[in-house]
């Protein structure tokens, strides 16, 4: 699928380029989320920052920023495959252990950045066990920690972090309802408590029923046309669209592809891409409460610098109801 549309995108743009390959995750205990960071000193011939290094439990390894100066402003953001709450912070700052600890800068102070942009300023102990940092309560799908100073290396400059990692849940209809209300001074009571039969409980209780076929069609078209529009827009709700299972491998492929694209100076022809999915067929195939199998055969048209491109498909998908909305579990695409 991305290397279809790439093609595609060179094609317009006449623009030579080295693919590199991104690395899936395996089986964790940590609840999973994805890995951006600012910049890091690279080892080894993996161009792209291996995140597992972040939960491996492991203090000799982790993220180690490249910046020219002390590690002020350079960041790791997480993003989870949903709106969650966070409820707990770990950090393990700096690299090694024993007398390598104070080898690298530590962290002293750090923003957490959450999705609507509302800061936090936490600061750490020199010290070289495990930290747990309070979150502020919110529903957010991304946080960002954002070194602001630190405790000098002995050795050198280069700022570290060995662990970092969260604990979060996602909020249930009266949990989200109350958080929302909290977040608006003067409007309700932070303590608020939400009757059951509240607008979000009723949503909920209404997206699973069983759909009719006329409102399957309707539900299943706006997926994908969500699904295909992200995909080539490059928007990181992409990798989200995907079960939790797969959310992990879906988003290291589609980091190191926006990556390069990046780098590539061409992000800005995909994110203004116009996508119609007029010519899908979708063929609902089977349909449960929370699972559904289709096939879409057809193609989809991506208007790439005023050039209209038709990318053909012809893929089987079963969905299923994760936490009220539909996600991608399985994807399998025919050869052309």
């Given at each position: 699928m991305f290397r279809i549309l790439y093609g595609i995108c060179l094609a317009v743009l006449i623009l030579p380029v080295a693919v590199s390959a991104g690395e899936s995750g395996g089986e964790s205990s940590v609840q999973p989320f994805h890995v951006r960071v600012s910049s890091y000193a690279q080892e080894g011939d993996n161009p792209l920052f291996d995140g597992k290094l972040l939960y491996d439990g492991d203090f000799s390894t982790g993220w180690k920023e490249n910046s020219d100066g002390a590690g002020a402003g350079q960041w790791v953001q997480l993003f989870f495959p949903d709106n969650v709450v966070v409820d707990a912070i770990f950090v393990r700052t700096g690299i090694g252990e024993g007398d390598n600890f104070k080898k690298f800068n530590r962290v002293r102070k750090a923003s957490l950045i959450y999705a609507d942009r509302e800061q936090q300023t936490v600061t750490l102990a020199d010290d070289s066990d495990l930290q747990q940092l309070k979150p502020l309560k919110k529903i957010t799908n991304s946080l960002s920690f954002v070194i602001e100073d630190v405790y000098l290396g002995k050795e050198s400059h280069t700022s570290g972090i060995s662990e970092l990692y969260v604990e979060y849940h996602r909020p249930g209809p009266e949990e989200k309802a109350a958080i929302e209300a909290a977040a608006q001074p003067g409007k309700a009571d932070p303590a608020i408590k939400v009757s059951p039969k509240n607008e979000s409980v009723k949503k909920l209780a209404e997206s699973d029923r069983l759909l009719t076929e006329e409102e399957a069609q309707k539900v299943f078209a706006d997926f994908f046309y969500r699904f295909y529009s992200n995909f080539v827009h490059l928007n990181d709700d992409y990798p989200r669209m995907y079960s939790e299972k797969e959310y992990m491998r879906e988003s290291v492929v589609f980091e190191s592809f926006k990556r390069m694209i990046e780098k590539r100076g061409v992000l800005k022809y995909y994110q203004d891409a116009i996508v119609s999915t007029k010519d899908l067929d979708?063929?609902?195939?089977?349909?449960?409460?929370?699972?559904?199998?289709?096939?879409?055969?057809?193609?989809?048209?991506?208007?790439?610098?005023?050039?209209?491109?038709?990318?053909?498909e012809d893929a089987k998908y079963y969905l299923i109801k994760e936490y009220g909305e539909w996600k991608v579990a399985e994807k399998v695409e025919n050869p052309f």
């Amino acid at each position: 699928m991305f290397r279809i549309l790439y093609g595609i995108c060179l094609a317009v743009l006449i623009l030579p380029v080295a693919v590199s390959a991104g690395e899936s995750g395996g089986e964790s205990s940590v609840q999973p989320f994805h890995v951006r960071v600012s910049s890091y000193a690279q080892e080894g011939d993996n161009p792209l920052f291996d995140g597992k290094l972040l939960y491996d439990g492991d203090f000799s390894t982790g993220w180690k920023e490249n910046s020219d100066g002390a590690g002020a402003g350079q960041w790791v953001q997480l993003f989870f495959p949903d709106n969650v709450v966070v409820d707990a912070i770990f950090v393990r700052t700096g690299i090694g252990e024993g007398d390598n600890f104070k080898k690298f800068n530590r962290v002293r102070k750090a923003s957490l950045i959450y999705a609507d942009r509302e800061q936090q300023t936490v600061t750490l102990a020199d010290d070289s066990d495990l930290q747990q940092l309070k979150p502020l309560k919110k529903i957010t799908n991304s946080l960002s920690f954002v070194i602001e100073d630190v405790y000098l290396g002995k050795e050198s400059h280069t700022s570290g972090i060995s662990e970092l990692y969260v604990e979060y849940h996602r909020p249930g209809p009266e949990e989200k309802a109350a958080i929302e209300a909290a977040a608006q001074p003067g409007k309700a009571d932070p303590a608020i408590k939400v009757s059951p039969k509240n607008e979000s409980v009723k949503k909920l209780a209404e997206s699973d029923r069983l759909l009719t076929e006329e409102e399957a069609q309707k539900v299943f078209a706006d997926f994908f046309y969500r699904f295909y529009s992200n995909f080539v827009h490059l928007n990181d709700d992409y990798p989200r669209m995907y079960s939790e299972k797969e959310y992990m491998r879906e988003s290291v492929v589609f980091e190191s592809f926006k990556r390069m694209i990046e780098k590539r100076g061409v992000l800005k022809y995909y994110q203004d891409a116009i996508v119609s999915t007029k010519d899908l067929d979708i063929e609902i195939r089977s349909l449960r409460k929370r699972e559904a199998d289709l096939t879409v055969t057809g193609f989809y048209e991506v208007v790439f610098d005023m050039k209209i491109n038709t990318i053909p498909e012809d893929a089987k998908y079963y969905l299923i109801k994760e936490y009220g909305e539909w996600k991608v579990a399985e994807k399998v695409e025919n050869p052309f």
